[in-house]
């Protein structure tokens, strides 16, 4: 994995810094945040428990810009008066975001929400823009609750708008905390970015180089253990190396979700009389 900082270097571009994941290594022990990146003045990389000098600064992958054209979609919208205190509004990227919202919706807009989990479009701004409910983000939530009735409440939320959108044929895709938002209040979580495009690609079916392989339901279940260890510990981890063990009873979801073979994963339906067997009185 290739990081950029923008200090400890005099150059304008800043340091470049490599990191290989040898596991038991030092590398592998920054990957995984056990030990801390060791200080350089140069383009460095550690390579197990070596630590050389790049020959030269690798330059960051250029962006890809492969946004379609969804101007006649979002013309179909009504136009919506944004009041900025009650309204979040977005620029739309692709043409499956609009469809997908919209059939979670009944096929209108803004129709009648299939789930109270699944956020809800609400038409267009006069500059072309998504208009959405404004809501609360994770950075603000997640540090406010650490009670297991609250973690049960939200995996309920979210298995409820996963149940929608597979009843569709939709595969979200990205499960991950950062695609979630709540009421201000906490107590409803809504899942949102139906763009069903690019998205992690944790699950060990998918192929990191094909951009349409191997999605399923069963992906996205994969994800929704990396979803629990995030939405525990209140935050995001920074490589797919970290390690966040979760206590019981959620370290059984999460393993159970996160089997190597899709076919041994519980389905949605299975997941939730998981979760809801889930004595929230229980020592925690």
């Not at 390579?47 to 013309?75: K, N, Q």
């Not at 609009?98 to 609400?122: V, Y």
Request: proline letters at 7%; one cysteine or more.
């Amino acid at each position: 994995m290739v990081y950029w900082y923008e200090d400890g270097t005099d150059t304008e571009k800043g340091q470049c810094v490599r990191i290989w994941d040898v596991p038991g290594t030092l590398s592998g022990d920054i990957l995984r945040l056990r030990r801390n990146l060791p200080q350089r003045k140069c383009h460095f990389e550690i390579d197990g428990d070596t630590i050389r000098a790049l020959p030269e600064y690798l330059e960051p992958r250029e962006p890809i810009d492969d946004s379609e054209d969804i101007s006649e979609l979002v013309a179909s919208l009504p136009l919506v008066e944004v009041d900025k205190k009650r309204h979040f509004v977005k620029k739309g990227t692709y043409r499956s975001e609009i469809r997908n919202l919209l059939a979670c919706q009944g096929g209108e807009c803004p129709g009648q929400p299939l789930s109270q989990h699944i956020i809800q479009l609400l038409g267009r701004s006069d500059k072309g823009e998504l208009v959405f409910e404004k809501m609360s983000t994770r950075p603000f939530i997640l540090p406010q609750f650490s009670d297991l009735a609250t973690y049960k409440r939200w995996l309920l939320h979210l298995l409820d708008a996963l149940q929608t959108l597979h009843s569709l044929g939709i595969v979200h895709r990205d499960i991950r905390v950062e695609n979630v938002v709540f009421s201000r209040d906490g107590k409803r979580l809504v899942v949102c970015d139906l763009e069903e495009h690019w998205g992690v690609r944790n699950a060990p079916e998918l192929v990191p180089e094909v951009l349409d392989a191997g999605w399923s339901p069963e992906s996205d279940v994969y994800d929704i253990g990396h979803f629990i260890e995030c939405m525990v510990y209140a935050n995001a981890p920074l490589t797919r190396q970290v390690e966040w063990p979760v206590p019981a009873p959620l370290d059984a979801i999460v393993a159970a979700c996160m089997c190597e073979v899709p076919e041994d994963r519980p389905t949605v339906k299975q997941l939730r009389a998981m979760v809801e067997a889930i004595e929230t009185d229980a020592e925690w």
